[in-house]
């Protein structure tokens, strides 16, 4: 089949609330090992960009697999990024065994990646720092993870083939200390139209890359440009990077069109849901002249909405407005980082007939439905998202005076578009049940 999905929740598992060896999609993981294991005779290289690198059951595998033969290329982030605290034990998904210490994502991440930088014994296996920090304001807050956010979010496998190709792409980071959220996973197999710019976007990703043994530890937040790469996304997949030019701000016009020109039905599903009525700042892009206050995608969703289309949304995060609060006093939703711009869209969807939303604190993929098209995403649906900046100079941060940053300001990103029915109906059901699960709160 060119099309296979996969979906992995909590309720696969025993207990929600155990962190696993296999990290935290140990289906997907299972998945994804197999994806490579039935074509690996097929297989010519295998490049993976995944924004945390910690699985060593994972990484184990793919070492075994670069020794015969295949060139196996993995881009993440900077072991800076990875987050040391909240340590936890671990539990063997199949054995119930528990470590006897607690470990942090970025210990687990160390001990990988120390590995990578020491050994000389994986030739054919390639492991690379995308470093680049992406940031538009000087009253951002330290992130959570390192200083500043590091831009690469996506978590995607190009594996190239004697014959032909397999594209994949996944809402988990397969991480370990991660608890099972509900995940989702798709591949493409041979499909034309794809194929091209996810070749072109792993060759440009791994160019502008850092190799491990060459990474310095000093970060120097005030290196992130890149020479601008000519890439024309096709109606298949798109593809936002620092290195390709206003890519951010033509996703949000390609999304947008996508969703004004839908007839009957409108799903949109993420963690986060907040690209409405946001402010573009003008005097951190070379070329665009004017702010602009921006509906964003979000605000064409409530535009379909006022003309009759069904909408319904599904989040992760979700704000009370205040008239809202006694209402769901006792509940306490986990709340997106854009509150502001939340709660303008959530007032306005509030005012429409037709449509539909609800909250499940577990959510993590990322996906719309239009009619009978899926836009299956790696992104999450917020103002960052969507704005490409090629000129911001910070020389302070009010809340980091001691840090600088010079750059780009773009979120790397990627989307497919589908319109085979059958993989359509399988995210379709897949909204379905977990609309029903009993942590699922319908909020209007």
């Known amino acids: 089949m060119p099309f296979k999905t996969f979906f992995d929740e909590p309720d696969n598992y025993k207990n929600r609330f155990d962190f696993y060896e296999q990290g935290g999609s140990p289906l997907l993981l ?10 690996k005779n097929d297989i010519e290289e295998i490049n993976i960009s995944w924004y945390l690198y910690n699985n060593k059951h994972l990484h184990n595998y793919l070492k075994e697999v670069s020794q015969t033969g295949i060139i196996v290329n993995v881009i993440t982030i900077p072991l800076e990024g990875y987050d040391g605290s909240k340590p ?19 210990a687990l991440a160390r001990e990988i990646l120390g590995e990578m930088y020491r050994t000389e014994k994986y030739p054919n296996f390639n492991l690379y720092f995308f470093s680049h920090l992406y940031v538009r304001s000087a009253f951002v807050n330290k992130f959570s993870r390192g200083s500043l956010p590091y831009s690469l979010h996506i978590k995607s496998a190009y594996l190239k083939k004697k014959n032909g190709y397999t594209l994949v792409l996944s809402s988990s980071n397969l991480a370990v200390r991660d608890l099972v959220k509900y995940e989702s996973m798709l591949c493409i197999e041979n499909e034309p139209h794809y194929e091209d710019n996810a070749k072109a976007f792993f060759i440009d990703l791994i160019q502008n890359a850092i190799p491990i043994k060459a990474f310095k530890g000093a970060l120097n937040t005030t290196c992130n440009t890149y020479k601008r790469i000519e890439f024309s996304s096709s109606n298949q997949i798109q593809i936002t990077a620092p290195f390709y030019h206003n890519s951010a701000n033509q996703l949000e016009t390609t999304l947008s069109e996508y969703l004004l020109s839908a007839k009957d039905r409108i799903v949109i599903c993420a963690q986060h849901l907040a690209a409405f009525d946001y402010t573009f700042n003008a005097k951190h892009h070379s070329t665009i002249q004017k702010n602009e206050t921006r509906r964003g995608i979000l605000g064409a969703v409530l535009d379909m ?59 993590h993929s990322k996906f719309i439905i239009i009619d009978d098209m899926l836009i299956y995403c790696s992104y999450n649906f917020t103002p960052t998202q969507f704005i490409f900046l090629d000129n911001v100079n910070i020389s302070k941060f009010k809340n980091m005076p001691n840090l600088s940053y010079e750059g780009i300001h773009c979120e790397v990103g990627m989307h497919l578009v589908i319109k085979d029915l059958n993989t359509v109906k399988s995210f379709e059901k897949n909204v379905q049940e977990i609309i029903k699960k009993k942590k699922t709160i319908q909020v209007k």
């Open 30 to 39: 299972e998945k994804f090992i197999e994806t490579i294991e039935e074509q």
């Open 305 to 363: 909405a006022n003309k009759g289309v069904s909408v319904t949304c599904l989040s992760q995060t979700f704000a009370p407005t205040t008239e809202d609060k006694k209402k769901y006093e006792t509940v306490k939703f986990r709340r997106p980082a854009n509150i502001g711009n939340f709660q303008k869209f959530y007032t306005e969807l509030m005012l429409t007939k037709n449509t539909s939303y609800f909250v499940n604190e577990h959510l």
């Open 88 to 106: 936890q034990y671990l539990k063997h998904l199949y054995t119930k065994e528990q470590s006897t210490k607690k470990f942090t994502k970025y």
